[in-house]
């Protein structure tokens, strides 16, 4: 197995300029600010806030009003921050201190849990290897795994250290799964679909696959240079996202990048290429990016919900091609 540098590694070093490898191309340099005053802008486009408190109301009108922000959110932004979700928030602090705990453990023991991409070993702790054609890398380092269905997880791969590592991430892991049922659900409906439809086209409770990746972005001594990601799009249905209240996210919106804000007790959640395909390009899956900064280290908690590669062929729904199409 070859030996990866580790960009917490790096950043403990106490370099003062980064290495050639993590500074982006001249033309994305320029849209890469600082991003704590980014996120305190209150002009132009801001993520979404959606409410989730009545999507299975019994009064029928109000469930309506609370699918149709969520559909107008999916067709605009493809990205929102979700509040009223369902899942206890001492549930989330659990989850959130545990990867915390995790990633302060030094990086000898954190190598303990080194995937090998190499070999096609990618559950474990890593980080971005040079694999884009300009051999850059990303100012970050993560921990990645199956945390759903609870029968396909591989534990032994789960970091043992902090103890309640597997019992919080297992249970957060439940509670999303079904907080996806009811987004799959209204975002059905949203279509003009049976509420069973998206769910059943990626794989049902049986097949849907959950994964969990925890983004850890140390601190950059040239934020202005670097990116803890670079912009992409989700390959999944849909992503769940926690993080530890340090902005980075930015979505690429009407031409420009807009830096999310951080909303206590909400979840970000992204609608992915999957559901984009699905709805024939209504349900949007945006490209966003992480910036990275000085001060903070930035954690996040993302979740992706995806089928099974091997067993969904993915095109649009018949019902989303008009015959004129």
């Known amino acids: 197995m070859v030996a990866v540098e580790r960009v917490e590694s790096l950043a403990k070093s106490g370099i003062i300029s980064i290495p ?38 019994d009064d029928e009108k109000i469930r309506e009003n609370c699918i149709e922000e969520l559909k107008k959110a999916s067709l605009d932004w493809g990205v929102m921050h979700l509040i009223n979700h369902g899942i206890p928030a001492d549930l989330m602090e659990r989850v959130k201190k545990a990867g915390e705990e995790f990633f302060s453990l030094s990086v000898e023991e954190k190598e303990k849990y080194a995937n090998d991409q190499a070999t096609g070993k990618i559950q474990g702790y890593g980080s971005k290897l040079a694999n884009n054609a300009s051999g850059q890398l990303e100012w970050e380092d993560y921990f990645f795994h199956l945390a759903y269905p609870e029968e396909k997880r591989d534990l032994s791969i789960w970091p043992k250290t902090p103890s309640d590592y597997i019992e919080a991430t297992s249970e957060y ?12 659900k209204a975002l059905s409906v949203g279509l003009g679909l049976e509420p069973d439809r ?128």
């Open 173 to 184: 892991a439940k509670c999303l799964r079904l907080l996806a049922t009811k987004v799959f």
């Open 198 to 325: 998206l769910e059943k086209e990626v794989g049902g409770l049986e097949e849907l696959l959950l994964q969990m990746k925890i983004n850890y972005y140390p601190k950059c001594p040239q934020p202005e240079l670097a990116l803890g990601v670079e912009a992409h799009t989700d390959v999944s249905a849909l992503t769940f996202i926690l993080h530890n209240m340090v902005p980075g996210l930015q979505l690429f919106y009407e031409g420009k990048w807009v830096t999310a804000k951080c909303v206590p007790d909400s979840i970000v959640m992204h609608i992915g290429d999957t559901l984009e395909i699905l709805s024939n390009g209504k349900y949007k899956s945006i490209l966003h990016r992480g910036l990275v900064n000085k001060e903070k280290v930035r954690i996040s908690w993302a979740v992706f919900c995806e089928p099974p590669k091997d067993k969904i062929v993915l095109k649009p729904l018949p019902e989303m091609v008009s015959v004129s199409g």
């Open 20 to 57: 050639k490898e993590y500074i982006r191309p001249k033309e994305e340099l320029e849209s890469i600010n600082d991003v704590f005053l980014e996120e305190k802008k209150e002009d132009g486009p801001q993520v979404p806030t959606i409410d989730l408190k009545n999507i299975e109301s």
